[in-house]
């Protein structure tokens, strides 16, 4: 993963979103992420919304509506770091977040999870945006209505190329399953950390 960001470039290069799609087995995972797109810079929202419609090839400009595009499932995140948006084809579920690590407090994160979560996870940032990234991807179907429902866990670290030098994958088990399901990864840069949800639509 790129250390920093240069300009309006893309934090990560076309290898890296390669080798998402292959860890993830979603090949038509479309993901981007730019300092420009930061909750700091002005018309941030409006900015992501129109990379996402161009990559999509649909008008998702209307910021009254989330963003639901007939054949993908999206999801958008930013904080003062950096901005982005993810998706990938339906009946696939996606959910994505990005924060910075020096916001993550454990004191909050331990709100609304278990201890041996805590316990498990590489770091509070780590299980935050796991957390957050699974509601977003889990609140689509309704299969969830709060964050404290969702218990994440099986964690595993996965060696990294050039490209990813840290990269856990985590499962999230929820009230009405007795099995860690789906598939999430989180990775994390100098100060920001990033996790995506898979899980594929329930019939």
């Known amino acids: 993963m ?30 981007d992420v730019r300092e420009e797109w930061a909750s700091t810079r002005e018309n941030h929202r409006e900015k992501i919304r129109e990379a996402l419609s161009l990559a999509l090839n649909e008008d998702l400009t ?18 003062r770091f950096a901005g982005g948006y993810a998706a990938v084809s339906q009946p696939t579920c996606l959910g994505f977040d990005l924060e910075l690590v020096a916001r993550v407090k454990p004191e909050i994160i331990a709100r609304m999870s278990r201890e041996e979560e805590m316990k498990n ?13 699974a509601f977003k991807s889990l609140a689509q179907n309704d299969e969830v209505s709060l964050m404290s429902e969702i218990t994440i866990g099986a ?5 990294g190329s050039a490209n990813l030098s840290e990269i856990f994958e985590f499962r ?3 009230p009405q399953t ?12 100098e100060s920001v950390s990033i996790a995506l949800f898979l899980k594929a639509l329930s019939t």
Do not use: N
């Open 178 to 189: 007795d099995r860690f399901d789906g598939q999430g990864v989180v990775f994390t840069g």
């Open 62 to 79: 209307d910021l009254a509506l989330p963003p639901r595009p007939r054949a993908h499932s999206a999801s958008i995140s930013h904080c």
């Open 121 to 133: 996870a590489p770091s509070p940032a780590h299980l935050w945006t796991a957390k957050e990234a």
């Open 155 to 159: 964690w595993r670290r996965i060696d």
């Open 2 to 31: 790129a250390g920093s960001i240069h300009g309006t470039l893309s934090v990560f290069s076309q290898d890296l979103v390669r080798e998402l799609r292959s860890i993830l087995a979603a090949p038509s995972l479309v993901f």
């Open 172 to 174: 999230v088990s929820i």
